[in-house]
């Protein structure tokens, strides 16, 4: 113990001796811990701290999937029947529908809000009472409407007001009675969007729309068990599977496949399918705050090992003296892992201050990102373990070779200087890692912002860059029938038409290009002939393509005579056109849209066009079909109205006229244009920004460890300069003897990069990042191209600049000094 005092006394007065180089030690690991901790705070926040359920004895509590796949929903039908089998292995079986959403309508504006229906005794199964008022209770079945409000949205929308209880919430129309508030660690079952509110199960259809609990095929629940005392998983799982075979045998038509697969609560995020995905984007980037880790270790291990070449003689009088190499290392690592400490504290006030950048920078979207980066333990040990395992790996270089250095050299003075080696030596090998990590980090970042741009130039289909765009469900606020909706519609285009600025507005099922597949569905399209193939679809008023900026190509555009009365028509885009009647016009051709529908005629060919992202390829175009609104309404559609007027006015504007004509009308995520196609570019963008950002990181240490170990040889050589300089040699000759071998370092370590970009090619390769790149393949010839030369023009910088200033020496005055 003693000794281990003694190493850290000695530590700190190295430290104190050299304080620029302690600083640039400290700032380098700080950078690299940073990102690191900046990334896991994300990671955390998103996974972590959300994982498994809230409550008492998380241990018993467990998960059942079920349906033909392993991880599936479980329909109401099965999960009223497995309770009343007894529940099985379990001493309680609750369920919820984690996705409901429903149009607030609180008299000054409508919103929309994300929810879950849970059985009525499910947070008395998990045992997480309620922060304010009551849970739902038996005789909530049967009373009036109750609901419960999650915890963030009571602070958000009612200010915390304990007096919130009783108070009526309207949700799609439907009147609900204000019973509770949900504790705080109940956050919802998706990660960054915390739930607004609880409904219990059996209103899930009569708020959320449809008949999904009538369905036994309709999987809309995750249940959720706990274990009966003494039960094991694997007894547990055994019963389920006996449990299973009798609701296959009981309704083989809609259980035929059946499977119930048990997991702990405390092992489960969204579901365990979905588990596996966002897991794997958490390690990839962890891998990449490791390589820019990796980066700045180098770089202090380079440090390091200059600050040790400066020791080398009080090293040699320690070893005279009796000091093992052992002990001789450990004053290295100590030292290392003492400035690493600050490092990591630097790095968690860099996270602290990065990581809410990333949540700040969201799309415009209806349900806003929200999740909690405050440091919690786990960032905390995080941060930590992170600080001193990269302080031991930065001194373990400059440890390993001081403990090898040859005593009688050393005394002499006579240990030679980096460049004038001829072997590769172990600050060859630093300098030649942080620039193959480095070429890796560019490459991911240069073949994520190609794919941006390449993004940003595509042609969408339509020309509309200048408008606004609001959704609108009728069925959900109003709960207007068929007749009153089509007037309601009819009335809310004439308004918007009568906005100034606007030229046109009009009405579409679906928008292109809207997230998540939002309305799009696959119909049914059969030919007189009576072939079936299944084609997208979506409705559309009069007016669309005129205001989305969409070319008719033949016939004519959906007009207000196209009505309930007139013959039904349709218009094709070119290829549905080409698929489906090949070297034929498809004027005039027929098509029968579902099994009760009338036949219709095709009226209209329009271009093609982008319908679900960006990341579409143009080359194979998707079929599509436009139906008219009113031969085939559709309660839920689109708003858009073209204008030259400002984005911002023109979006206020539009809330204020439409809350005029219908107080509740239940609109909601209006936006501009621009923000409705940033929305397609946001995940894109968003992990472009963090590779690029990490790649210019580690190229900036990267940079500063060239120019700190050319600096260092420069210095370590003057005596050499000088000599040369006496001899004749010229400037230029100089500059190679000072800069070559960090040239030649960086040529080598490029190549290696390039040769193992498979390891960040590995990174975007994955099912999820692979999406990312449109029009760009992880072999582009532009980004392996651009990167060696950037790299190379940088290298030149960091090496020449300070080889040229230690050419400019005096010969006279640096032999008098050296003397």
């Not at 200033?805 to 032999?815: I, M, Y």
């Amino acid at each position: 113990m003693t000794s281990i005092l003694q190493d850290v006394r000695l530590a700190v007065r190295q430290i104190v001796r050299k304080p620029a180089t302690s600083a640039l030690v400290i700032g380098s690991l700080a950078l690299g811990i940073g990102v690191s901790t900046t990334i896991f705070s994300l990671v955390n926040a998103v996974a972590l701290r959300e994982l498994g359920l809230p409550g008492q004895r998380p241990e018993e509590v467990v998960e059942v999937y079920t349906q033909a796949q392993p991880f599936g929903f479980t329909s109401y039908l099965n999960y009223l029947d497995l309770r009343e089998s007894g529940a099985g292995p379990f001493t309680g079986l609750a369920a919820r529908a984690p996705f409901v959403q429903a149009i607030l309508a609180d008299g000054e504006r409508t919103r929309l809000l994300t929810g879950e229906a849970i059985s009525l005794d499910f947070l008395e199964l998990i045992e997480l009472p309620p922060a304010l008022g009551r849970g739902f209770r038996p005789e909530d079945a049967h009373g009036e409407p109750v609901a419960l409000l999650g915890y963030s949205f009571w602070q958000r929308h009612f200010g915390a007001d304990p007096l919130v209880l009783g108070r009526r919430l309207k949700l799609n129309g439907r009147e609900l009675t204000v019973v509770g508030v949900v504790s705080l660690a109940l956050r919802g079952s998706v990660p960054g969007f915390p739930t607004d509110f609880w409904l219990p199960l059996h209103l899930h259809d009569e708020i959320g729309g449809g008949s999904t609990l009538e369905l036994r095929g309709a999987g809309i629940l995750v249940l959720t068990g706990r274990l009966a005392p003494g039960s094991s998983l694997d007894q547990a799982q055994a019963q389920l599977d006996v449990l299973a075979q009798g609701l296959r045998a009981a309704h083989p038509d809609d259980n035929g496949e059946l499977r119930l697969t048990l997991m702990p609560a405390s092992e489960v995020l969204l579901a365990p399918s979905w588990d596996a995905v966002l897991f794997q984007i958490a390690g990839r980037l962890m891998a990449l705050a490791g390589i820019v880790l990796l980066i700045a270790c180098a770089n202090v291990a380079g440090l390091l090992m200059a600050r040790g070449v400066d020791r080398r003689q009080e090293i040699a009088v320690r070893t005279a003296l009796g000091a093992s190499r052992w002990r001789v290392a450990r004053l290295f690592l100590t030292e290392s892992v003492l400035l690493a400490l600050p490092g990591g504290l630097f790095g968690l006030l860099i996270a602290v201050w990065i990581a809410p950048l990333f949540v700040a920078f969201q799309p415009v979207v209806p349900i806003p990102v929200s999740l909690d980066l405050s440091p919690d333990a786990r960032v905390f040990g995080f941060t930590l373990a992170v600080a001193i395992v990269a302080g031991a790996v930065s001194g373990l270089f400059p440890a390993s070779r001081s403990a090898r250095r040859d005593l009688a050299s050393e005394i002499k003075g006579a240990g030679a200087a980096w460049g004038g080696e001829r072997k590769l030596g172990l600050t060859d090998l630093v300098l030649l890692a942080q620039v193959a990590l480095s070429t890796v980090l560019l490459v991911g970042a240069g073949l994520l912002v190609r794919s941006v741009g390449k993004a940003q130039a595509v042609d969408p289909g339509f020309q509309l860059r200048q408008g606004v765009v609001a959704e609108i469900d009728l069925g959900r606020g109003l709960r207007a029938g068929e007749e009153s909706g089509r007037e309601l519609y009819g009335r809310i285009l004439e308004r918007a038409r009568e906005l100034p600025g606007i030229r046109s507005a009009a009405l579409v099922e679906r928008l292109p290009l809207m997230p998540l597949g939002s309305r799009i569905s696959q119909r049914p399209v059969t030919f007189e002939s009576g072939a079936t193939v299944r084609l997208a679809a979506t409705r559309i008023s009069p007016g669309y393509f005129d205001t989305m900026g969409i070319p008719l190509v033949a016939g004519r555009d959906v007009t207000a005579a196209d009505d309930a009365a007139a013959p039904s028509v349709i218009v094709v885009n070119e290829a549905a056109a080409r698929r489906l009647w090949p070297g034929e016009s498809p004027l005039g051709q027929r098509l029968l849209l579902g099994a009760d529908a009338p036949w219709s005629e095709v009226v209209g060919v329009v271009g093609n066009g982008l319908y679900t992202s960006l990341q579409e390829d143009p080359r194979t175009p998707q079929p599509f079909l436009y139906q008219p609104l009113l031969q085939d309404y559709s309660p839920a559609m689109t708003l858009v109205a073209a204008g030259s007027i400002d984005a911002g006015a023109a979006v206020a504007r539009l809330r204020a006229e439409l809350a005029a004509l219908e107080p509740d009308l239940p609109i909601y995520d209006v936006k501009t244009m621009e923000d409705h196609v940033a929305v397609s570019l946001f995940l894109p963008r968003l992990v472009a920004v963090l590779f690029l950002g990490c790649g210019l990181l580690g190229l900036a240490l990267g940079a500063a460890g060239i120019w700190g170990a050319v600096a260092h040889a420069a210095a370590r050589r003057t005596r050499e300069v000088a000599v040369r300089v006496a001899v004749g040699a010229t400037r230029g000759d100089l500059v190679r003897l000072l800069a070559g071998r960090a040239v030649i370092l960086t040529g080598v370590g490029v190549a290696v990069g390039l040769g193992s970009a498979g390891a960040c090619r590995a990174l975007l390769d994955a099912s999820v990042f692979s999406a990312l790149l449109f029009g760009v393949g992880t072999a582009d010839p532009v980004t392996f191209v651009a990167v060696p030369l950037f790299l190379g023009l940088v290298a030149l910088a960091a090496s020449g600049v300070p080889a040229l200033r230690a050419s400019r020496v005096s010969p006279s005055s640096a032999l008098r000094d050296d003397g």
